[in-house]
């Protein structure tokens, strides 16, 4: 086991803030691997060989410029900062300790753009375990920029370099079925997919009816092109819009990967002590922003899962939900009871709903709550978003008082209940404060349902709580 994840892409964040020379870096890979076995390595220049009679007097013929990184080189060496050197007089040069093959190094470099580089950068490898079965490999650089007046190389402070995954046992870049091993798996994060090609496109708006109508990727229409601190890099096949590639953010697909190349052990886990607030029906202006204030001043998220109807008559509201840090779920367009439709009509219900909350907020619903709680597996079987239930009603329609409500919460309470409320009632936002300091006061944090829920989640009933999950 290492570090949480969350912590070493925070260090990592930290040190490119700081750093962000390198980001400049040069030529990289192509120009690198095409060196790479032209040119010898300069320890064997800087050995003198008996042919090589006229070494000192050619030496002198050199500039000062390449004397310096000649015996910049040679007191890397001397220091055991390289095991094996690579070397160019181009004016873009990378130095670096070569134990990888020449497919892993093209794929370290390839991401250096061209320009504002400095003379001579320098570095090291360092790998350290990811995963089972991923290794996160990075650089540690220096950097050297040639000073005229000097004559003489100023050298920068040291750098890392962007991370790169690799598998353990093949050093070479996971493909797509390591990380979901058929097209069901795959087909189970379809609708994260979806979000993602939309983050991606110049005009997610332009293309979301295209979105919304693509089926669940096959894993033969996806390849793997990067791996790295931020998520997995996926080239499609054939490119939706103006998409061509997405990436799959760690922080949303983690819990969507094979266990068994991303054991979800490497992520933060939630603690026991969180229960979700979840909002239905809305938005309602007068009571859904009178209750955002309150989840402010509170510092609470909570989940919202909105009418289609609603929403497309308060897009201002759904845009303070998600300014706020809460979340969106889909509650259907119009409330209807979705096991007495076809499931086109069902179909249709949630991506009227979706393009809705979408072109209000550049955000899809992340979660499907079927109006009263009724679904049935041939409706579930069609729909993208896992379906979030709750395992405490507070039937907050019909109790009036706030008293009452917070009363029916506490007798049920438990740790990860999803909690059901209605951001549409006066006397249920009335009850949100007392019942956040009741919930504070024994111990409990409050989330939203993204960091309770776990586990696979396609064909899934969630219900929060000991109730938790039934699948399909
Ligand atoms: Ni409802």
């Known amino acids: 086991m290492t570090q949480p994840y969350q912590s070493r892409r925070q260090r990592h964040q930290k040190k490119r803030k700081t750093n962000s020379w390198l980001s400049f870096l040069p030529v990289g890979g192509l120009f690198l691997i095409g060196t790479i076995y032209a040119i010898n390595s300069l320890i064997n220049d800087l050995t003198p060989q008996p042919e090589e009679a006229g070494a000192t007097v050619s030496s002198k013929l050199l500039s000062d410029k390449e004397q310096a ?82 004559h003489a190389f100023d050298r920068a402070d040291s750098n890392s370099g962007e991370a790169h995954f690799v598998k353990k046992d093949t050093k070479r870049l996971p493909v797509i079925t390591d990380f979901f091993s058929d097209d069901t798996e795959l087909m189970h994060s379809h609708f994260l997919i979806q979000q993602e090609i939309l983050n991606n496109s110049k005009d997610g708006s332009a293309i979301l009816d295209q979105v919304l109508a693509k089926a669940p990727f096959k894993t033969s229409e996806l390849t793997v092109t990067k791996v790295n601190d931020m998520g997995i890099q996926v080239k499609l096949a054939q490119p939706v819009g103006d998409v061509s590639t997405v990436l799959f953010p760690w922080a949303e697909f983690a819990y969507y990967l094979n266990p068994k190349t991303v054991s979800i052990n490497y992520f933060p886990k939630s603690s026991n002590k969180q229960v979700a607030l979840t909002f239905d029906d809305g938005p309602l202006p007068g009571t859904t922003k009178k209750l955002l204030t309150i989840l402010k001043e509170e510092q609470v998220p909570a989940t919202f899962f909105v009418l289609g109807s609603q929403a497309q008559l308060y897009p201002e509201v759904l845009q303070e939900i998600i300014s706020d840090g809460h979340v969106i779920g889909n509650h259907s367009f119009d409330h209807k009871n979705l096991t007495e439709l076809t499931a086109d009509a069902v179909k249709l219900e949630m991506q009227e709903t979706d393009k809705v909350v979408y072109n209000a907020t550049g955000q899809l619903p992340r979660y499907i709550r079927p109006p009263y709680g009724a679904m049935k597996e041939s409706i579930a079987k069609t729909l993208d978003q896992p379906l979030i239930h709750w395992n405490i009603d507070t039937e907050d329609w019909k109790k009036g008082k706030a008293e009452t409500i917070v009363d029916t919460i506490n007798n049920q309470l438990e740790d990860h209940s999803v909690i059901l409320l209605h951001d549409i009632h006066e006397t249920s936002v009335d009850a949100v404060q007392p019942l956040i300091h009741s919930l504070k006061e024994q111990g409990y944090e409050f989330t939203t349902i993204n960091t309770i829920f776990e586990g696979p989640r396609s064909r899934t009933q969630y219900f929060g709580g000991s109730r938790e999950i039934n699948v399909f």
């Open 69 to 150: 990184t000649r015996s910049l080189l040679k007191q890397l060496a001397d220091q055991k900062w390289l095991k094996s050197q690579n070397y160019s007089t181009e004016e873009q040069t990378f130095l670096i300790d070569n134990q990888n093959n020449e497919d892993d190094l093209g794929l370290l470099f390839s991401h250096f753009p061209k320009e504002n580089a400095p003379d001579i950068v320098t570095g090291k490898e360092v790998s350290e375990d990811f995963s089972d079965s991923l290794t996160r490999v990075y650089y540690d650089f220096s950097s050297y920029t040639w000073n005229e007046e000097k």
